[in-house]
């Protein structure tokens, strides 16, 4: 008979074949690709190449500094979430076509760029793979795991609400990224994310993905995590970062997991989010609280009530109410980044009331120095578990630290961008974290 090691062992090695045979049926997808080279906005349309790399594919098929780039493969380039949108729809592998304005003449031309680099770790697997929403979206997974020969604990990893990609690519600097990959390298765990539509590999267009589209994306690769041979069921957590950490308690609770880790979360609608930031955000401007308190009535009541609560765009609310013009900082439909369709949906979402919900262990991560969350959400959030008699939650007040991983004397020097600092005791909390919500 069988050993019960040997027996883990066997299913093991067969999951992992069945699972890297449908990975490879899967990852068809085209690869990413970069411009290396650097830009600038100018007017009417278009991205001025201010910088190219040597050796580069637009360097060697003649394009040059000063050149205008005003359409990718015949999309004209009208305004940044547009822009940004190309970026991450630029393939490797295949022609893409640059019409490009050099003085007074138009050049095109067609270039192959190269793949980006994926991800690779010492003495761990990584896997990219793809998930079908549904929504029809094809969407990038990248699964990375030690070898254990038995079905091991999981995390699942939701990011924040931008149009940013969670994988490490070479070169990028992002203290969040940094972390994440201290947890891929030293939870000794598996270790799934999934990229949002139009970002990275995946399908779709970000600046056009609504909130249900998004949060169906994780669904999935939730789903596909739990059905996966080589994880314990009974042992997955969600880590959530920022939009992410509020998603964190809806999961586990709909899907009946270990636990949640929420870093930089909230608790209120969104509404009431945007016009907690907006007062911070002119305090730190100079603005003193008389003059805060009546821009807050008189014009980001109105902007973003119409916005969010009454469902316009922001084109509509100012059409509507032109003196609102001079305080909107954001495009005519768009927040972000993202689409108000997105913010539509998520103002109707009930995070209160699904951290009011929450039976999982959680741990719950603010930084002091954190301007774009509000401290009083994380005190709500405290209130509510232990009027719910909640048995497992650790709630953790960090000095310094800001929304991105970052370590700052004041806010201040945050919201200006001053350089930080990281410290590796961050993403240790997180591995120490995960390792206590997934122990045997």
């Given at each position: 008979?069988m050993?019960?090691?040997?027996?883990?062992g066997?299913l093991?090695?067969?999951?992992?074949?069945?699972?890297?045979?449908?990975?490879?049926?899967?990852?068809?997808e085209?690869?990413?690709?970069?411009?290396?080279?650097?830009f600038?906005?100018?007017?009417?349309?278009?991205?001025?190449?201010?910088t190219?790399?040597?050796?580069?594919?637009?360097q060697?098929?003649?394009?040059?500094?000063?050149?205008v780039?005003l359409?990718?493969?015949?999309?004209v380039?009208?305004?940044?979430?547009q822009?940004?949108d190309?970026?991450?729809?630029l393939?490797?592998?295949?022609?893409?076509?640059?019409?490009?304005?050099?003085?007074?003449t138009?050049?095109?031309k067609?270039?192959?760029?190269?793949?980006?680099?994926?991800?690779?770790?010492?003495?761990?697997?990584?896997?990219?793979?793809?998930?079908?929403?549904?929504?029809n979206?094809?969407?990038?997974t990248?699964?990375?795991?030690p070898?254990?020969g038995?079905?091991?604990?999981?995390?699942?990893?939701?990011?924040?609400?931008?149009?940013?990609?969670?994988?490490?690519?070479?070169?990028?600097?992002?203290?969040?990224?940094?972390?994440?990959?201290?947890?891929?390298?030293?939870?000794?765990m598996?270790v799934?994310r999934?990229?949002k539509?139009g970002?990275?590999?995946?399908?779709?267009?970000?600046?056009e993905?609504?909130?249900?589209?998004?949060l169906?994306g994780?669904?999935?690769?939730?789903?596909?995590?739990?059905?996966?041979?080589?994880v314990?069921?009974?042992?997955?957590?969600?880590y959530?970062?920022?939009?992410?950490s509020?998603?964190?308690?809806?999961?586990?609770?709909k899907?009946?997991l270990?636990?949640?880790?929420?870093?930089?979360?909230?608790?209120?609608?969104?509404f009431?989010?945007?016009?907690?930031i907006?007062?911070?955000i002119?305090?730190?401007?100079?603005?003193d609280?008389?003059?805060v308190n009546?821009?807050?009535?008189?014009?980001?009541?109105?902007?973003?009530?119409g916005m969010?609560?009454?469902?316009?765009?922001?084109?509509?609310?100012i059409?509507?109410?032109?003196l609102?013009?001079e305080y909107?900082?954001?495009?005519p439909?768009?927040?972000?980044?993202?689409?108000?369709?997105?913010?539509?949906?998520?103002?109707?979402?009930n995070?209160?009331?699904?951290?009011?919900?929450?039976?999982a262990?959680?741990?719950?991560?603010y930084g002091?120095?954190?301007?774009?969350?509000?401290?009083?959400?994380?005190?709500?959030?405290?209130?509510v578990l232990?009027?719910?008699q909640?048995?497992?939650f650790?709630v953790?007040?960090v000095?310094?630290?800001?929304?991105?991983?970052?370590f700052?004397?004041?806010?201040l020097?945050?919201?200006q961008?001053?350089?930080?600092?990281?410290?590796e005791?961050?993403?240790?909390?997180?591995?120490?974290?995960?390792?206590?919500?997934?122990?045997?």
């Amino acid at each position: 008979m069988m050993s019960k090691t040997a027996f883990w062992g066997w299913l093991w090695g067969l999951s992992f074949l069945m699972t890297s045979q449908a990975i490879q049926a899967m990852d068809g997808e085209p690869r990413r690709a970069k411009w290396h080279a650097t830009f600038k906005t100018v007017q009417p349309v278009g991205r001025e190449i201010v910088t190219i790399e040597p050796q580069s594919v637009l360097q060697t098929a003649g394009v040059l500094p000063g050149d205008v780039l005003l359409a990718v493969d015949d999309e004209v380039i009208r305004n940044g979430d547009q822009w940004w949108d190309i970026i991450y729809g630029l393939r490797a592998d295949t022609g893409t076509k640059l019409t490009l304005r050099r003085g007074t003449t138009v050049v095109t031309k067609t270039v192959v760029f190269e793949a980006v680099a994926k991800e690779e770790y010492d003495n761990l697997t990584t896997e990219y793979g793809t998930i079908v929403s549904d929504y029809n979206l094809r969407q990038r997974t990248i699964m990375t795991y030690p070898e254990k020969g038995q079905p091991q604990p999981a995390i699942f990893v939701v990011g924040g609400l931008s149009c940013s990609s969670i994988e490490y690519t070479p070169g990028r600097q992002s203290n969040f990224i940094r972390s994440l990959q201290y947890l891929v390298r030293n939870s000794d765990m598996l270790v799934m994310r999934v990229e949002k539509p139009g970002v990275g590999d995946s399908e779709g267009r970000c600046s056009e993905t609504d909130f249900n589209t998004e949060l169906n994306g994780y669904e999935v690769a939730l789903q596909t995590l739990m059905a996966d041979e080589r994880v314990d069921r009974n042992r997955i957590i969600v880590y959530g970062s920022s939009m992410g950490s509020a998603l964190a308690p809806y999961l586990v609770n709909k899907y009946q997991l270990n636990g949640a880790i929420s870093d930089g979360t909230f608790f209120r609608s969104w509404f009431e989010h945007m016009l907690e930031i907006e007062r911070r955000i002119l305090t730190m401007k100079g603005d003193d609280q008389a003059t805060v308190n009546d821009k807050i009535n008189r014009a980001y009541i109105p902007l973003y009530y119409g916005m969010l609560v009454e469902k316009k765009s922001y084109q509509q609310v100012i059409e509507q109410n032109p003196l609102l013009a001079e305080y909107n900082y954001h495009s005519p439909a768009h927040m972000y980044g993202r689409p108000v369709s997105f913010y539509h949906q998520m103002q109707d979402f009930n995070f209160a009331g699904e951290w009011g919900k929450l039976k999982a262990p959680v741990r719950i991560r603010y930084g002091l120095n954190d301007w774009i969350m509000s401290e009083y959400d994380i005190d709500m959030i405290e209130q509510v578990l232990i009027a719910n008699q909640h048995p497992d939650f650790e709630v953790i007040k960090v000095p310094g630290l800001d929304h991105w991983d970052t370590f700052h004397a004041t806010a201040l020097d945050s919201f200006q961008g001053k350089p930080g600092k990281w410290q590796e005791s961050l993403p240790q909390q997180l591995v120490d974290w995960a390792q206590t919500l997934n122990q045997e």
